[in-house]
């Protein structure tokens, strides 16, 4: 961290301040975030001081999204949407560079942001209790339906083909084909154990995903990265405050941000957790998110969310290949903070993978006690590779 760097950065956004303090936030994947505390007009204040990744193909495109949403959401809280809720509801709002107007500061080939610092709030990288498992269901369906009415073609795509499962599997599918593993190293057993665990899954999924595009699941708002860790708590009545990290909002499945939540809540053992052995997915903290989420949305209002497992299936899948691409890759997406990190990670999400799928039963069952029925036949072919 420069921190001469860091404090002209901070000068650019706040004109005549004294920087205090610069703590580093390492929970992120992708962009450098540090919470800035400084003095202005004799007042200390905080804010959110980030550098955006280069992952992202406009750095315009990510804060005219983060924008539109924003104020999309002030506007409904101005106009009292939550009114009836004693919680407070908070948005993450972006603050204007004062040196250039923008959202956004050029220096030292990356882009940097300043966001609203929100007090009184901390974040989690994995679930304590099942009230908080049921508070981020709450949370989560507070954002989809503050975003509901929102025009999902305002948004702009901030990565090409995110959440494209099939484009992921094209791309794993090639890096395996560039890649030599075949000698007997530590490392390479590791690949090609996992390789060959995926390999059953491959077909079944491209033919999952074929008939999962011939149903009719409309376009919503979503997140994008609905992961525990971009939930803000308050502090002391550890409800959400605020679901943060708006950069991959786009238009989507709810499914997919739904899916994607309870494949991060569900690991008990977090992202990155010391031990892999101790990885499991949790149906327990799974129901009550869900008992959290239709305490807000109707769970008679879709009839899409039956296809849950398929995409809590899916959205497992996609992300441990993303990372063992990227391993196989040299490490050009994800941060790490060792060489092997993302093939760790990639080993994870496939114990993940395995567990949830060794439930499968179990949730449906649980499923089916909310209201969420379905007649589909995945539950029963999936289980052919436990």
Same mark, same amino acid.
């Given at each position: 961290?420069?921190?001469?760097?860091?404090?002209?950065?901070?000068? !650019?956004?706040?004109?005549?301040?004294?920087?205090?303090?610069?703590?580093?936030? !390492?929970?992120?994947?992708?962009?450098?975030?540090?919470?800035?505390?400084?003095?202005? /007009?004799?007042?200390? =204040?905080?804010?959110?001081?980030?550098?955006?990744?280069?992952?992202?193909?406009?750095?315009?495109?990510?804060?005219?999204?983060?924008?539109?949403?924003?104020?999309?959401?002030?506007?409904?809280?101005?106009?009292?949407?939550? =009114?009836?809720?004693?919680?407070?509801?908070?948005? $993450?709002?972006?603050?204007?560079? #004062?040196?250039?107007?923008?959202?956004?500061?050029?220096?030292?080939?990356?882009?940097?942001?300043?966001?609203?610092?929100?007090?009184?709030?901390?974040?989690?990288?994995?679930?304590? /209790?099942?009230? @908080?498992?049921?508070?981020?269901? %709450?949370?989560?369906?507070?954002?989809?339906?503050?975003?509901?009415?929102?025009?999902?073609?305002?948004?702009?795509?901030?990565?090409?083909?995110?959440?494209?499962?099939?484009?992921?599997?094209?791309?794993?599918?090639?890096?395996?084909?560039?890649?030599?593993?075949?000698?007997?190293?530590?490392?390479?057993?590791?690949?090609?154990?996992?390789?060959?665990?995926?390999?059953?899954? %491959?077909?079944?999924?491209?033919?999952?995903?074929?008939?999962?595009?011939?149903?009719?699941?409309?376009?919503?708002?979503?997140?994008?990265?609905?992961?525990?860790?971009?939930?803000?708590?308050?502090? #002391?009545?550890?409800?959400?405050?605020?679901?943060?990290?708006?950069?991959?909002?786009?238009?989507?499945?709810?499914?997919?941000?739904?899916?994607?939540?309870?494949?991060?809540?569900?690991?008990?053992?977090?992202?990155?957790?010391?031990?892999?052995? !101790?990885?499991?997915? /949790?149906?327990?903290?799974?129901?009550?998110?869900?008992?959290?989420?239709?305490?807000? %949305?109707?769970?008679?209002?879709?009839?899409?969310?039956?296809?849950? $497992?398929?995409?809590?299936?899916?959205?497992?899948?996609?992300?441990?290949?993303?990372?063992?691409?990227?391993?196989?890759? =040299?490490?050009?997406?994800?941060?790490?903070?060792?060489?092997?990190?993302?093939?760790?990670?990639?080993?994870?999400?496939?114990?993940?993978?395995?567990?949830?799928?060794?439930?499968?039963?179990?949730?449906?069952?649980?499923?089916?006690? @909310?209201?969420?029925? =379905? /007649?589909? $036949?995945?539950?029963?072919?999936?289980?052919?590779?436990?």
């Amino acid at each position: 961290m420069n921190l001469a760097k860091l404090k002209f950065i901070t000068q !650019n956004f706040i004109f005549n301040s004294e920087v205090l303090n610069i703590n580093t936030i !390492n929970s992120g994947l992708i962009n450098e975030t540090y919470i800035v505390e400084y003095l202005y /007009d004799g007042k200390k =204040s905080q804010f959110i001081l980030q550098s955006l990744s280069n992952i992202f193909d406009s750095h315009e495109i990510v804060n005219s999204n983060h924008k539109l949403i924003t104020e999309h959401m002030n506007k409904k809280l101005n106009e009292g949407f939550w =009114s009836f809720d004693l919680n407070r509801w908070e948005v $993450p709002n972006l603050i204007r560079c #004062q040196s250039n107007n923008r959202f956004f500061f050029p220096y030292d080939s990356n882009n940097w942001r300043a966001m609203i610092y929100i007090d009184r709030t901390f974040s989690q990288d994995y679930i304590e /209790d099942e009230s @908080m498992a049921y508070q981020t269901g %709450i949370g989560l369906a507070k954002f989809h339906l503050t975003c509901s009415d929102f025009d999902c073609s305002k948004l702009k795509n901030s990565i090409n083909n995110f959440h494209n499962t099939k484009y992921y599997m094209d791309q794993y599918i090639s890096s395996i084909k560039d890649s030599n593993f075949s000698k007997s190293d530590n490392n390479n057993i590791r690949v090609q154990y996992l390789v060959d665990s995926l390999y059953k899954h %491959i077909g079944f999924v491209d033919n999952l995903l074929k008939d999962l595009g011939k149903k009719s699941i409309h376009y919503n708002v979503i997140h994008g990265d609905p992961k525990l860790n971009n939930f803000l708590f308050d502090v #002391q009545g550890k409800y959400v405050v605020s679901l943060i990290d708006l950069d991959t909002v786009s238009s989507g499945y709810l499914l997919t941000d739904i899916a994607d939540c309870i494949r991060s809540i569900s690991n008990l053992a977090g992202e990155d957790p010391i031990h892999k052995e !101790n990885v499991y997915f /949790d149906i327990n903290s799974c129901k009550y998110f869900l008992k959290g989420y239709f305490s807000i %949305i109707d769970v008679q209002m879709d009839d899409n969310f039956k296809f849950l $497992p398929e995409f809590i299936y899916l959205i497992i899948f996609e992300l441990t290949i993303r990372f063992l691409t990227d391993f196989l890759k =040299s490490n050009t997406y994800f941060k790490i903070k060792y060489e092997t990190h993302n093939l760790f990670k990639a080993e994870i999400q496939y114990r993940l993978l395995s567990s949830f799928l060794m439930q499968l039963s179990n949730f449906s069952k649980d499923l089916k006690e @909310m209201g969420i029925s =379905s /007649d589909s $036949p995945f539950v029963s072919d999936v289980q052919k590779f436990v």
